[in-house]
């Protein structure tokens, strides 16, 4: 599974034991000669075949025995390269589809019909283009036989390592283990409005506290973390997740199609627009961010693409490109009609802490049987765990490469399963402390949305130097600036917003 596609071992090289300096060049630039086995004075044939065989050493770990190991065969992102075609379809659906899509009305409330559908329609082209850009970029042209299986990886060896690692460290910990803080924010607040449904009013029934729920949420997530030891074997469970993603969507908007609109029900802009001029602006970059974040999943893609087999005959990204295109058919069609319907609905009484979800259960719960609102909570709360896990995959892989550095040794059974009980134990932590997190996603979305929109683009023309200066480098420079100054705006809109209305911030008080 080694990702050099050149010479072999190198004799005596291989039998040296690997350093940890060393070791950590090759994972995070496996395209880069070794600072320690670089040579200028080698013709470019000779380096060609230097840097082969570099790649290859790079890649592995001297044990004891000095036999030199391979360890992406130990990590659980590329310890199973047996991926299908289904399970494609499934993981991206599983991170695609996601809470994020019941608050798209309150984006169409500030933007309209015509503006929130064109602006939605143009975030899916667009992201929908530098997903095929990543996917090139798995296995890309310029380096023949290596394979980037991490988001990391592959930005190092486009930026360096200073500059990718400034720009893309930040983005990924947080859609990894931001999410997993997330979904265990919704994940408690779900399982307690489960359980207020289930009890009624029985007054004398036990009830827990929040952080307790969130507590019983990632134990669930955790023990069934300890089931799923590679990306793989996640598969399954991404299935589940995709239904039930698919499910909740559907169930929502036709549920209040069914309901009816409200009665007395207003289209016109939210109050925050008929206030100044810097009032306006940031409500709807505000709604942008919301549409923005409705896209999510990029920080996974090069890593599900990593689970696929691949040859020179078969590469991987011909069933990795199919498997967009059809889960990329079902996204939309999940996000859109919640989006439409939901204003349709509601109009600009959908709030941004809870969106549809919340406006269909205030204005619906007493003509709406206990039965069915168990149903959907029941649905979600499978959602989150099963989200839970393809988004902590990322965070397990880093620190198990952590341990696999330091004691050139794969993990064991219990070394494995205490990274996950650390994670969990982490995510929960930062779950309690900050509570609130949800209110600052635009914030949030602002700083990270460049991993989604902006660096694809730039690492390609980096990357693909054939291309220079063509049509596809052109438009990814303007897509790649034009990403920069939204983000820019986003952030600077969200931090206006907040020190100007403030923000309930609730330590430690879920």
Same mark, same amino acid.
């Given at each position: 599974?080694?990702?050099?596609?050149?010479?072999?071992?190198?004799?005596?090289?291989?039998?040296?034991? $690997?350093?940890?300096? =060393?070791?950590?060049?090759?994972?995070?630039?496996?395209?880069?000669?070794?600072?320690?086995?670089?040579?200028?004075?080698?013709?470019? +044939?000779? !380096?060609?075949?230097?840097?082969?065989? @570099?790649? @290859?050493? @790079? /890649?592995?770990? $001297?044990?004891?025995?000095?036999?030199? *190991?391979?360890?992406?065969?130990?990590?659980?992102?590329?310890?199973?390269? @047996?991926?299908?075609?289904?399970?494609?379809?499934?993981?991206?659906?599983?991170?695609? *589809?996601?809470?994020?899509?019941?608050?798209? +009305?309150?984006?169409? &409330?500030? %933007?309209? #019909?015509? #503006?929130?559908?064109?602006?939605?329609?143009?975030?899916?082209?667009?992201? %929908?283009?530098?997903?095929?850009? =990543? =996917?090139?970029?798995?296995? +890309?042209?310029?380096?023949?036989?290596?394979?980037?299986?991490?988001?990391?990886?592959?930005?190092? &060896?486009?930026?360096?390592?200073?500059?990718?690692?400034? %720009?893309?460290?930040? +983005?990924?910990?947080?859609?990894?283990?931001?999410?997993?803080?997330?979904?265990?924010?919704?994940?408690?607040?779900?399982? !307690?409005?489960?359980?207020?449904?289930?009890?009624?009013? /029985?007054?004398?029934?036990? *009830?827990?506290?929040?952080?307790? #729920?969130? =507590?019983?949420?990632?134990? &669930? &997530?955790i023990l069934m973390a300890q089931l799923l030891p590679n990306l793989n074997s996640v598969a399954k469970v991404s299935v589940i997740g995709a239904v039930t993603g698919i499910l909740y969507c559907t169930l929502i908007w036709v549920l209040s199609i069914r309901k009816g609109r409200l009665q007395n029900v207003s289209y016109d802009l939210p109050a925050e627009m008929d206030k100044s001029v810097m009032d306006r602006f940031s409500t709807v970059l505000n709604s942008l961010g919301i549409i923005v974040i409705a896209f999510r999943g990029h920080n996974l893609l090069l890593e599900i693409q990593g689970t696929l087999p691949s040859s020179s005959k078969h590469p991987s990204k011909k069933p990795m490109w199919r498997g967009v295109i059809v889960s990329y058919i079902i996204v939309p069609m999940c996000l859109l009609p919640p989006a439409i319907v939901g204003f349709w609905a509601y109009g600009n009484k959908v709030h941004q802490n809870g969106g549809m979800l919340k406006a269909f259960w205030e204005f619906h719960k007493r003509e709406t049987s206990n039965l069915v609102m168990a149903a959907l909570y029941t649905i979600l709360i499978i959602n989150y765990l099963s989200s839970y896990q393809i988004y902590a995959m990322p965070a397990f892989d880093t620190l198990e490469t952590i341990y696999v550095l330091r004691k050139k040794k794969r993990c064991s059974r219990c070394v494995r399963a205490g990274i996950r009980i650390f994670f969990g134990g982490l995510t929960f932590l930062i779950s309690v402390a900050f509570p609130f997190l949800g209110r600052l996603s635009i914030l949030l979305a602002g700083l990270t949305l460049n991993l989604t929109f902006t660096y694809p683009c730039f690492i390609w023309n980096c990357m693909e130097k054939g291309g220079k200066y063509g049509r596809m480098w052109w438009i990814n420079l303007g897509l790649g600036c034009l990403g920069i100054v939204v983000s820019v705006m986003l952030s600077v809109a969200a931090l206006w917003n907040l020190v100007h209305n403030g923000i309930d911030a609730n330590f430690f008080n879920p």
């Open positions: 599974m080694g990702r050099g596609g050149g010479g072999g071992g190198g004799g005596g090289e291989c039998e040296e034991v $690997v350093t940890l300096e =060393l070791d950590e060049w090759s994972l995070c630039h496996p395209t880069s000669q070794s600072p320690s086995t670089s040579s200028s004075s080698d013709s470019p +044939p000779q !380096q060609h075949m230097n840097m082969n065989m @570099n790649m @290859n050493i @790079n /890649n592995m770990v $001297v044990v004891e025995s000095n036999n030199p *190991i391979d360890i992406e065969a130990w990590l659980p992102i590329t310890e199973s390269r @047996n991926g299908r075609f289904w399970s494609v379809i499934a993981h991206l659906l599983n991170s695609g *589809i996601g809470y994020q899509a019941l608050l798209l +009305p309150v984006a169409f &409330a500030t %933007l309209g #019909w015509a #503006w929130g559908t064109i602006t939605f329609c143009i975030a899916f082209v667009w992201q %929908l283009h530098t997903t095929w850009l =990543l =996917l090139q970029l798995h296995e +890309p042209s310029s380096s023949p036989g290596i394979r980037y299986s991490r988001y990391l990886r592959l930005a190092i &060896a486009a930026f360096g390592p200073k500059m990718g690692k400034l %720009l893309v460290i930040f +983005p990924v910990m947080y859609l990894s283990g931001g999410s997993c803080v997330m979904l265990i924010i919704n994940g408690g607040g779900s399982l !307690q409005l489960l359980y207020n449904v289930i009890s009624g009013a /029985n007054i004398h029934a036990p *009830i827990l506290t929040g952080a307790e #729920w969130f =507590l019983v949420f990632t134990c &669930a &997530a």
